[in-house]
């Protein structure tokens, strides 16, 4: 599996093939997601310590590494 970290850390939105590569994502995600109350934009739109950020990256981390 792919980590999203890195595409996003890459991303230049001066670059329209970056540009294009987000439209495509977004084309195929479900609506839920998109929607401006989805519970990871709140969490995106937060400061980390009012969501849990490193009990959050811990248990992905965790995740990762048992793969």
Same mark, same amino acid.
């Given at each position: 599996? !792919?980590?999203?970290?890195?595409?996003?850390?890459?991303?230049?939105?001066?670059?329209?093939?970056? @540009? /294009? &590569? !987000? =439209? $495509?994502?977004?084309?195929?995600?479900?609506? $839920?997601?998109? #929607? &401006?109350? &989805?519970?990871? !934009?709140? =969490?995106?739109?937060? /400061?980390?310590?009012?969501?849990?950020?490193? @009990? =959050?990256?811990?248990?992905?981390?965790? $995740?990762?590494? #048992? @793969?």
């Amino acid at each position: 599996m !792919i980590d999203l970290n890195h595409y996003f850390e890459q991303y230049n939105s001066d670059l329209s093939h970056h @540009r /294009a &590569a !987000i =439209i $495509e994502l977004m084309q195929s995600m479900p609506e $839920e997601l998109l #929607k &401006a109350d &989805a519970e990871w !934009i709140t =969490i995106f739109e937060s /400061a980390e310590s009012e969501w849990g950020y490193n @009990r =959050i990256v811990s248990d992905l981390n965790s $995740e990762t590494n #048992k @793969r």
